[in-house]
């Protein structure tokens, strides 16, 4: 149930800049609208808002800060940050990423992504956090890693939208302000009394990858390794995932950049299984083929002899 009062109507102007389309999106707390810019009618944007008198205002707030000062091809970028005249609501303007999400396009394919294509989606999602967790002099800890929040376009890139509970990480402090995290998904130290750090997003990643490849199970609930759900996974995936989803975060891989190694290693193993069935089909093909071409000779000899 929404907790808010924002209504914005087709045609309404903000900032005698942006005129709203439709609503595109709600949360308990905030709405996203499609906009066009008034004086260049075919540049879209979408503008998330957020009630000031909510703590979600302040959130948004801190998405805004947090993205404005990054600029990745997988983040969206953002165009503008204001609150209304009457200081009741906050405007996050940002990039409109003409798409879906991960969760809704997984939810149309019956629960089921190739495993080719996931190793690709979550590479993707490697650099992009690698790049957060590299941010000088705080790497950005995103903390809500989920289909939801992965936004697929047209030419299957990813965009990751939503940094509402992302924070810049603080060396030595002893845990985080705000225990939160999205079930399923969240590391377990989000919601124990512990500081979250790099190594809490590559968990969700472990978490999402078993999650698209298990048809929506979560690895909490079922606490069964991924080969039980999907057969024959290339090794290097199967190890990349078991290690991820460790609750010590020490006993995790440590970095992106080395789940990213084990993912390029399972596109190699997946095209290297891929062209030994190509070669078996192909042999199989010809043995078939000479079976019948050796059938077709008895057959005329056969046929030719009767008719002397």
Same mark, same amino acid.
């Given at each position: ?21 439709q609503q595109i ?84 394919n019956d629960c ?67 225990? @939160? =995290?999205?079930?399923?998904?969240? &590391?377990?130290? $989000? #919601?124990? /009394? ?49 290690l991820l989803v ?48 050796? @059938? =077709?000779?008895?057959?005329?000899? &056969?046929?030719? $002899? #009767?008719? /002397?």
């Open positions: 149930m929404a907790k808010h009062n924002i209504h914005l109507a087709e045609g309404d102007i903000l900032k005698n800049q942006y005129e709203i389309i999106g709600s949360g308990g707390m905030s709405v996203v609208y499609l906009a066009k810019e008034c004086k260049e009618e075919n540049r879209l944007w979408a503008i998330k808002v957020a009630d000031m008198e909510k703590k979600i205002s302040k959130r948004l707030f801190s998405e805004a800060k947090i993205l404005s000062e990054l600029d990745h091809p997988s983040l969206p970028k953002i165009a503008d940050f204001f609150s209304s005249p009457d200081k009741e609501f906050f405007y996050l303007v940002q990039e409109y990423v003409e798409g879906e999400t991960l969760y809704e396009w997984f939810e149309q089921f992504i190739d495993e080719e294509t996931v190793v690709n989606i979550c590479i993707q999602l490697c650099d992009v956090l690698h790049y957060l967790h590299s941010r000088k002099p705080s790497p950005i800890i995103y903390r809500d890693l989920k289909p939801a929040n992965i936004m697929i376009t047209k030419t299957r890139d990813i965009k990751l939208i939503d940094f509402g509970i992302a924070r810049k990480y603080t060396e030595n402090k002893a845990k985080d302000t705000l225990q @939160i =995290g999205t079930v399923g998904f969240a &590391a377990p130290e $989000q #919601f124990e /009394k512990r500081q979250s750090d790099t190594r809490t997003d590559l968990f969700s990643l472990g978490a999402l990858m078993y999650y698209l490849l298990s048809g929506g199970k979560y690895v909490y609930i079922t606490q069964k390794p991924i080969q039980f759900f999907r057969k024959q996974l290339p090794k290097s995936l199967k190890k990349c995932i078991h460790k609750s010590n975060p020490n006993e995790r891989i440590q970095t992106a950049g080395e789940v990213k190694d084990y993912l390029k290693k399972t596109q190699m193993q997946l095209a290297k299984g891929k062209n030994h069935s190509l070669k078996k089909g192909l042999l199989i093909s010809k043995y078939v083929f000479s079976i019948f071409f050796f @059938i =077709g000779v008895i057959v005329y000899i &056969a046929y030719d $002899q #009767f008719h /002397k």
